[in-house]
């Protein structure tokens, strides 16, 4: 194993999250270290998306900061977080229909575009060079997620499991630091699954990428992740490591609706 | 069988991104760009180029221009009539008050100005979408109507607002005849074709799609939804602008606010949402369709009224025209609501594939 879990990396403080009167997220707290796989996990409703939309900038949390590699933000903005190395996926995937495979992941190179747009407009010197340079860097993608067959496929024709491949690539190109998976195995079936294990896993190994990950099936959850945290009713009711997760009775009764 | 790429091996992402990556393609395109060139000033005569040829090439121009807002960044738009006055009149402006400005310089200021207002009114884009959005736009119509008909400053004080160019060269290139006035279009059409091309395929018009797909995504990979809906309100109005300035110079010389009213833009909107949303293609086609049509129906109809021995009368004819017209959309719109863009790539694949089905 080439990877070594390191410092902190992005440290949540008491974060607290609501719409209207529902509250969604309570002083939730916890920590990712440098390269590890971190997951959560809590039943339906427990706040565990909107805990990643908060980490990158999608929605602003009321109370709390997150703190990023020792730089503190109050006020999260997709942008800054995708400038800050952070990329995520989406629960329903959120490809770019009209385009294909191509065109989806370089998007993800969007933000290591320098030319202008009269520069894009005549196809013009750097204009042209950048194109072919990414274009380059997504075939490495394309190549590590084994799906050069469908490169030129338009997304909206290609199969679910595929589509959360490509999804997954698009995160890839931005070559995060920091990669947010929103239940990257929902609705597959056991070999997808397996594909789709392999490839977070090697994400994680080859690149060092951090890993936050939402995820139903425990038995992947408990599997690969390094540290858990349960999330119930926006509050956090657990954090560890697998086995200490597994073991603890908040998580056993949130989970199996044990008598209060 | 002839429109075959077996054996055609891309060996670079060079040769693999160009704008027509198969071989029979790329003659094609010189085969059009020859005939509409070279061939077509030879065959057609003046009364072609004045009714078809001329508003053809200039409205394909603006259906460009409107397709890359709602087709490519999905900011939809009644407001292209408005971009076209502002071009035309913007145009108009710096053709007078500036001593010796050449002409193709005034169109184009004419479209940056068109641009710039393009720009203030796609700011509602940034928290409206959809119908309420169109609402917004179509304000862009009324205002400009206003503007134009009620400060005389525009129309260097002519009265109802028309005004008139005379006098059309280009470094000694006199541009007073049909054809010159059509090979002048078609060149700046085809520069801004290219370019409309080459933005779509590149990090601009993919941030256009982000956005129209899926805005939410494109933020989080670090599109800025002001930024691209912005400059797509930009760069369309340019397009829409220049269009503009060619209708009012080149193809009217003369001219008055009604030349772009709420009509033009309906028109507009039309050709793209018939030609192909999101097609450079489709706006050739849409614009066809609208131009030639009615054009076609109107020498046809009494045609084959003589053939069954009907005679109609020339109101006839133009009502028929206008029902016909009408239910061919309903039709196209039925049978392809992506336009005729997509019949286009849905039978060239077939073709690939000719003569077996899959």
Same mark, same amino acid.
């Given at each position: 194993?080439?990877?070594?879990? %390191? @410092?902190?990396? $992005?440290?949540?403080?008491?974060?607290?999250?609501?719409?209207?009167?529902?509250? *969604?997220?309570? &002083? /939730? =707290?916890?920590?990712?270290?440098?390269?590890?796989?971190?997951?959560?996990?809590?039943?339906?409703?427990?706040?565990?998306?909107?805990?990643?939309?908060?980490?990158?900038?999608?929605?602003?949390?009321?109370? %709390? @900061?997150?703190? $990023?590699?020792?730089?503190?933000?109050?006020?999260?903005?997709?942008?800054?977080? *995708?400038?800050? &190395? /952070? =990329?995520?996926?989406?629960?329903?995937?959120?490809?770019?229909?009209?385009?294909?495979?191509?065109?989806?992941?370089?998007?993800?190179?969007?933000?290591?575009?320098?030319?202008?747009?009269?520069?894009?407009?005549?196809?013009?010197?750097?204009?042209?060079?950048?194109?072919?340079?990414?274009?380059?860097?997504?075939?490495?993608?394309?190549?590590?997620?084994?799906?050069?067959?469908?490169?030129?496929?338009?997304?909206?024709?290609?199969?679910?499991?595929?589509?959360?491949?490509?999804?997954?690539?698009?995160?890839?190109?931005?070559?995060?630091?920091?990669?947010?998976?929103?239940?990257?195995?929902?609705?597959?079936?056991?070999?997808?699954?397996?594909?789709?294990?392999?490839?977070?896993?090697?994400?994680?190994?080859?690149?060092?990428?951090?890993?936050?990950?939402?995820?139903?099936?425990?038995?992947?959850?408990?599997?690969?992740?390094?540290?858990?945290?349960?999330?119930?009713?926006?509050?956090?009711?657990?954090?560890?490591?697998?086995?200490?997760?597994?073991?603890?009775?908040?998580?056993?009764?949130?989970?199996?609706?044990?008598?209060? | 069988?002839?429109?075959?790429?077996?054996?055609?091996?891309?060996?670079?992402?060079?040769?693999?991104?160009?704008?027509?990556?198969?071989?029979?393609?790329?003659?094609?395109?010189?085969?059009?760009?020859?005939?509409?060139?070279?061939?077509?000033?030879?065959?057609?005569?003046?009364?072609?180029?004045?009714?078809?040829?001329?508003?053809?090439?200039?409205?394909?121009?603006?259906?460009?221009?409107?397709?890359?807002?709602?087709?490519?960044?999905?900011?939809?738009?009644?407001?292209?009539?408005?971009?076209?006055?502002?071009?035309?009149?913007?145009?108009?402006?710096?053709?007078?008050?500036?001593?010796?400005?050449?002409?193709?310089?005034?169109?184009?200021?004419?479209?940056?100005?068109?641009?710039?207002?393009?720009?203030?009114?796609?700011?509602?884009?940034?928290?409206?979408?959809?119908?309420?959005?169109?609402?917004?736009?179509?304000?862009?119509?009324?205002?400009?109507?206003?503007?134009?008909?009620?400060?005389?400053?525009?129309?260097?004080?002519?009265?109802?607002?028309?005004?008139?160019?005379?006098?059309?060269?280009?470094?000694?290139?006199?541009?007073?005849?049909?054809?010159?006035?059509?090979?002048?279009?078609?060149?700046?059409?085809?520069?801004?074709?290219?370019?409309?091309?080459?933005?779509?395929?590149?990090?601009?018009?993919?941030?256009?799609?982000?956005?129209?797909?899926?805005?939410?995504?494109?933020?989080?990979?670090?599109?800025?939804?002001?930024?691209?809906?912005?400059?797509?309100?930009?760069?369309?109005?340019?397009?829409?602008?220049?269009?503009?300035?060619?209708?009012?110079?080149?193809?009217?010389?003369?001219?008055?606010?009604?030349?772009?009213?709420?009509?033009?833009?309906?028109?507009?909107?039309?050709?793209?949402?018939?030609?192909?949303?999101?097609?450079?293609?489709?706006?050739?086609?849409?614009?066809?369709?609208?131009?030639?049509?009615?054009?076609?129906?109107?020498?046809?109809?009494?045609?084959?009224?003589?053939?069954?021995?009907?005679?109609?009368?020339?109101?006839?004819?133009?009502?028929?025209?206008?029902?016909?017209?009408?239910?061919?959309?309903?039709?196209?719109?039925?049978?392809?609501?992506?336009?005729?863009?997509?019949?286009?790539?849905?039978?060239?694949?077939?073709?690939?594939?000719?003569?077996?089905?899959?």
């Amino acid at each position: 194993m080439s990877r070594q879990i %390191g @410092e902190v990396v $992005l440290d949540l403080k008491q974060v607290s999250l609501s719409f209207g009167g529902v509250k *969604a997220l309570t &002083g /939730i =707290s916890f920590d990712v270290r440098e390269h590890e796989i971190r997951a959560i996990i809590g039943p339906n409703g427990a706040g565990k998306s909107s805990m990643l939309n908060v980490i990158n900038g999608v929605y602003r949390p009321q109370e %709390g @900061e997150i703190i $990023l590699r020792g730089q503190r933000f109050t006020k999260m903005n997709p942008y800054k977080a *995708a400038q800050a &190395g /952070i =990329s995520r996926t989406f629960q329903n995937i959120a490809l770019f229909k009209g385009m294909n495979v191509i065109d989806n992941l370089m998007t993800g190179r969007n933000l290591k575009i320098r030319s202008n747009l009269i520069q894009q407009a005549f196809w013009w010197g750097p204009a042209r060079r950048e194109e072919l340079e990414h274009r380059a860097k997504v075939e490495e993608v394309i190549d590590f997620l084994e799906i050069q067959h469908i490169r030129k496929t338009p997304v909206g024709r290609l199969p679910y499991g595929l589509q959360k491949r490509v999804d997954l690539g698009r995160a890839l190109a931005m070559e995060p630091s920091i990669l947010l998976l929103d239940e990257p195995m929902a609705g597959m079936n056991v070999e997808e699954k397996q594909d789709m294990c392999r490839f977070i896993l090697d994400v994680n190994d080859q690149f060092g990428t951090t890993i936050v990950l939402i995820e139903h099936d425990m038995a992947v959850v408990m599997d690969i992740s390094d540290r858990v945290v349960v999330l119930d009713y926006g509050k956090k009711i657990g954090d560890g490591d697998p086995d200490a997760v597994r073991n603890n009775p908040d998580v056993i009764s949130a989970y199996l609706g044990a008598s209060h | 069988m002839l429109y075959r790429e077996n054996g055609q091996f891309k060996t670079s992402y060079a040769a693999d991104q160009q704008i027509f990556p198969i071989t029979q393609d790329r003659w094609a395109i010189i085969g059009i760009l020859v005939f509409a060139f070279v061939a077509v000033p030879l065959l057609v005569d003046e009364y072609m180029f004045r009714a078809i040829l001329i508003p053809f090439v200039i409205l394909s121009l603006a259906a460009l221009g409107v397709n890359i807002l709602v087709g490519f960044c999905g900011q939809i738009t009644l407001g292209a009539g408005a971009f076209m006055a502002v071009g035309a009149y913007a145009a108009y402006n710096f053709h007078i008050r500036v001593e010796g400005m050449p002409l193709l310089v005034s169109l184009l200021l004419g479209g940056l100005t068109a641009a710039a207002v393009g720009i203030v009114f796609g700011i509602p884009s940034l928290r409206v979408r959809g119908l309420y959005l169109a609402v917004a736009t179509l304000a862009a119509q009324f205002f400009t109507d206003w503007v134009f008909l009620r400060v005389p400053w525009f129309t260097d004080n002519a009265s109802s607002g028309s005004v008139s160019v005379s006098n059309l060269q280009v470094m000694g290139w006199q541009i007073n005849n049909p054809l010159n006035k059509y090979l002048f279009c078609l060149a700046i059409l085809t520069v801004f074709a290219l370019m409309a091309k080459n933005m779509t395929r590149s990090a601009i018009g993919r941030q256009w799609m982000a956005i129209r797909d899926m805005d939410v995504a494109a933020e989080v990979i670090g599109i800025r939804p002001l930024f691209a809906k912005l400059s797509a309100f930009a760069v369309s109005s340019f397009f829409v602008g220049t269009a503009g300035a060619l209708w009012g110079f080149v193809h009217l010389a003369s001219w008055e606010p009604a030349a772009f009213s709420v009509d033009r833009s309906f028109q507009l909107l039309f050709m793209v949402i018939i030609g192909g949303l999101g097609s450079i293609m489709g706006s050739f086609f849409g614009a066809a369709f609208i131009v030639v049509l009615p054009i076609a129906l109107n020498q046809l109809l009494p045609a084959i009224g003589d053939l069954v021995g009907v005679e109609i009368s020339t109101a006839g004819i133009s009502h028929a025209e206008l029902i016909i017209f009408g239910g061919l959309i309903v039709f196209f719109l039925i049978k392809e609501p992506h336009g005729i863009a997509r019949l286009w790539s849905t039978g060239k694949e077939k073709l690939r594939l000719w003569p077996f089905p899959h």
